[in-house]
């Protein structure tokens, strides 16, 4: 076969091209105006498809482009099946997800150390914390104290009335009564829940504060061993 002086140029030009895809450029015309080959592996007889423009048998597969020289410049992989797209999608939703949670991380931490100077400026605010939660539970076991007082004085009135009608006024003062002594005994257990999640907060918050500054408790005073 005698070979046109383009096509022997190109021969020469293309030391690295495979010995199937020479053929292929041999006995083509010439290569495309971009200068690239496209090519791909036909599903049905596994034989290698190339042109000058992607064959219609590469649409929908894999392929790879050759330059003149017969280097791969690139290589396009087939496109996802739906089941692969699923699992792509839910892929980059956990990594999303994860760096949304790493910036929130960093938020947090830059917000600890902005907020707390020292380890003690967490005691303190602690200790503040908590004597508000200490004062209101105080101020409601008062509260239940005077009101157990009066409900006892009412129910003494109450029992000049075991035989007859008692006076609206008595019946709803009981009643009254009753109600705040429940509301404040309410108000105590919702605040003894709210220490325990004032005191989580705070001790989060001192071993966070230890892990970013590199820092460790500092051990307690031997004069409070003995408290």
């Known amino acids: 076969m005698t070979l046109s002086p383009a096509i022997a140029s190109s021969m020469v030009s293309m030391p690295k ?7 292929m450029v ?23 498809v190339c042109g000058d423009t992607l064959p219609a048998l590469c649409r929908g597969q894999a392929h790879r482009i050759f330059d003149k020289a017969g280097n791969v410049i690139k290589e396009v992989a087939a496109p996802l ?11 980059a939703a956990r990594v999303k997800q994860l760096e949304e949670d790493r910036r929130e991380r960093r938020r947090i931490d830059q917000a600890l150390l902005a907020t707390y100077a020292t380890a003690e400026d967490i005691d303190m605010a602690q200790n503040k914390a908590e004597n508000d939660v200490k004062q ?11 009101q157990q007082k009066l409900q006892r004085k009412l129910a003494a009135e ?13 019946e709803n003062n009981l009643r009254t009564v009753g109600h705040e002594i429940r509301l404040q005994q309410e108000l105590i257990e919702l605040k003894r829940k709210e220490l325990a999640t004032i005191h989580a907060k705070y001790d989060m918050d001192r071993r966070r504060y230890f892990e970013l500054t590199g820092t460790s408790p500092t051990p307690p005073a031997s004069s409070s061993a003995g408290r």
């Open 158 to 170: 109450a029992e000049f009335y075991k035989r007859k009608a008692m006076p609206p006024d008595l």
């Open 81 to 91: 099946t739906p089941e692969q797209k699923a699992a792509a999608a839910i892929e």
């Open 17 to 23: 091209l495979p010995a199937a895809l020479l053929l």
């Open 26 to 48: 041999l006995v083509t015309p010439a290569w495309g105006a971009t200068g690239q080959l496209f090519c791909c592996t036909d599903p049905g007889s596994g034989r290698r």
């Open 136 to 146: 209101t539970i105080r101020t409601a076991h008062e509260k239940i104290v005077e």
